[in-house]
């Protein structure tokens, strides 16, 4: 099978399903991106990254329990898969392999 | 501060329900729920509600968005590939269907796209010019005088100076006759122009050689192929050549040749000579002026004041002055002395409304063939509605079939066009395909195909709409009675359309032959109207003696015949009531012209050549009538500008010195000799005459061509209009006589198809052939008869309308209208017959067994 390769708003959604563990719904997981990158998702792009990346194999989903706030509508947990955390792993070790080619020189222009 | 939640506005969620893919849309509702209610209850209920909104909005994604019925695009396709295998079997199969079909739409086509193209060439008269809403004529209004777009000389100028909004001005005037054009050897006729030098500076003829600097005195500016006549070496400027024997003209200038699309046609062009005096007597040239184009030409135009005063300081207080903008130059009435060719806007709107009328005729009668054959594919239908195909689906097959007959009929409407060319060539399409630009005629052409195909598509699949598809497996007859209903309305209103036509052919034609052969108190058959020019008249004596020495010769004479235009106020007159005056118009004639016109007098005498006859007066008919003379001979009466009064020596019957468009007004004819040459001869000479009379004349004027025409041919051509429009109308009327019976024929064709069973059923019990042709012809004469009742009083209106155009007519006749029913009525029998005997006289066996 090809290699895939996660996208940047895709390796951030990843993370923070795995950060949420056992409690990662769409709510939880954009309150979290929002308060730990200080950046706003709308509810339109994350649901489309989840829902791709669930075609992909990257997560699995699962209904849970409902909540009169939320108009009797089941929340929708997210996990990672297997095959997520390998991608994920894949990611970050291509990372640090880049990072410790980097020279130092270049780091300390600036 | 915790307030109570309020709930959501609800249009948010209805617009996500609507588009959302269902299998998210739960959670994804839950979650803008949720996110809902934490702010308001952070931020409170407006700002939670915006936010509900962009967030909705924002979700309106590809991922997200769910789209109908992923299986459509397929069956679609396979849908389409079928109709398209269907069209072309049934094209096939159906030979003689198809063709009646493509015949009826290529008729109509070709009809309509002749109109349209020869409307388009018409309308695009003077349209080239790019100044061309800035340019007017000025007509002049006297009081109490027909009003002139001849204008006096000084005009131009005085008006271009006087008014700083008129920018430029210039007089243009035109040999009608044309003048001798003479290089070595080389001498020609040519028709001219003389204008002033700011004309081309107003309007778009393009220079191709030289320039117009210093055009005036004796320049001559000449037009390509007239330069190529005179001067094949292809080098004209700087050379000379003479007009009319006399002045010798430099060549300054070579233009391209004047569009055919141009009211001002020229082979030449020669300046006007400055203005030296103030003279207002002399009227003979154009005023064309440009307005400045910041200004608003209306405001301008109707801001009559000032004109007044300009009128009052010339000392013409009486004058008042219209404009005409340029691109009416084409369709005024009163051109004559300035552009040799005129059109005519009611023609164009009878020709346009005539255009319409053929190509909703073969539209409808395509429409009526297609729903007809529904009948037979109602089962076809049917299977594809159940199976889920929408009704536009089901009618891409009629768009696929439109299509396909209207391309075959634009070949079809090609071949007509061509062929039609072949037998009138007064008509010159191809000629007006040159003047009109390519993408004009690409317009017209797809413009009108593709009404056809609208036309043809969408009225079929209306009628589809309305039958649900169990009653097209059922076959139900009740059900089919919209589209059948619908085919009924569709047939009578063609026939409608195609009697009234042919009534009105027929009064047309009664019309045209009652101008042929009305008796117009002259003679017009073998006399000779020859045209003196001011170097050809001093030679008349001479002429006339050489002409009076043939036998054949009976007379000659000279007058003013065909140069009526004018009128005059007379106001003094013996035995005047009250204080009236009326209008006269003058012509003069020579003692002969009684004689040589075969006039006939009413009483006293015409002139006569021993007498002097300087204070004596014939007039005509209604000039004693206009002043009440019972008996005119020996009244006295006072003509303008006269000191003494003149005596009525004899009254002529009244002639058509007009056309018969126009009544016969009070005429005085006096004494004198101008205007052209009559020559009557002896019946069944005139060929050898006329040539005896060139012959005469060349000897007379060798220098000169004679210019002549027939009278016969004279009044024919004041009425050729009548004549053309005359023809056209033929082939209107026979066209849409045509797709009526093409359409009939189709439906006869289905009639028997669908009765063949009953038929059969009647003739094994005993039906005769005769009650067989009955039962399925009566509908259709049932149809003529009720579109002849609907045509009587439209085809009155509009007939009447028209011969209002004629002060002389006919009047309508009952048996013009029964004759026009009786001739459709009898076509679509004839038409029908031939089928109708085919299923009487078939083996009714043969229809019974047909299972």
Redesign the interface.
Known sequence: MKQRYLGEFEEIVLLTVGILHGNA???SI?EEIERRLDRSV????L??TL??MEKKGYLTSAHGE??P???G????YFEITPYGKQLLEYAKETRNNLWNALPQLVLNLK | MKNE?TPPPKFPFRLLKWFCQPE?H??????????Y??RQSDWGREKASTFLY??VL????P??IYFVSPSLPMNYRSLLRNHLKVTWRNLQRKKATSLLEILGLGLGLACCLGIFLWVAGELSFDQFHSKKDEIFMVELLLDGWEESVVTPAPLASSLASEFPEIIRASRYSYFHDGMLLKVGDQQLMEQGAKVDSSFFNMFDFTFKEGSLHNFEGNKIILTESTADKYFPDKNAIGKILSINQEETYLVAAVLEDVPKNSSFQFDFVIPFEPITEQNWGAWFCATLIQLDEQIEPQQFLTSTNSLKTFYDTIDKAKWSSRFIPLPDFYFHDKMTPFFPQSGNLNLIWIFSIAGFVILILSCLNYVSLTTAKFVTHFRQIGLEKLLGAGYWQSSHKYLIEAFLHTSLALIVASLFLLLFQRYYEDIDLLNLAETLHLNHITWIVLGVCLSMIFFNTVLPALTLKTIPPMALLRKNEEHTLSSSSLRRGLVILQFCVSISMIISLLIFQKQLDFIQNKELGYRKDQVLSIRLNNQTAPTLPVFRDKLQQHANVLNVSQSSFEYVYFDMTIADWEGKSSEESIMVRPMTADQEFAKTLEIEMVEGRFYDDRLTEDESLVINQAAARAMGWDLATGKKVRLPGEEEDRTIIGVVKDFHYWSLTKAIEPLFIIHGSSGNVYVSMREGTENEMVAYIEKAYQEVNPDYPMDYVLLADRYHNQHATYHQAGMLFQVFGIIAVIISCISLLAMINFTVERKSREVGIRKVHGASFWNIIHLLQKDFILYVFLAFIFSIPITWLVMNRWLQIFAYKTAFSIDQFLSGGSIVLITAVATTLFHATRAASANPIRALRDE
Do not use: A, H, M, W
């Open positions: 719904y769409g709510v954009r709308s509810i339109g792009s649901q489309v829902r791709r409902t909540n706030l939320r108009g509508r089941p929340k929708l | 939640p998210y739960s959670d994804i509702e839950g979650d803008l729920l949720e996110t209610y934490r962009q967030e924002l979700l309106f994604r991922g997200l």
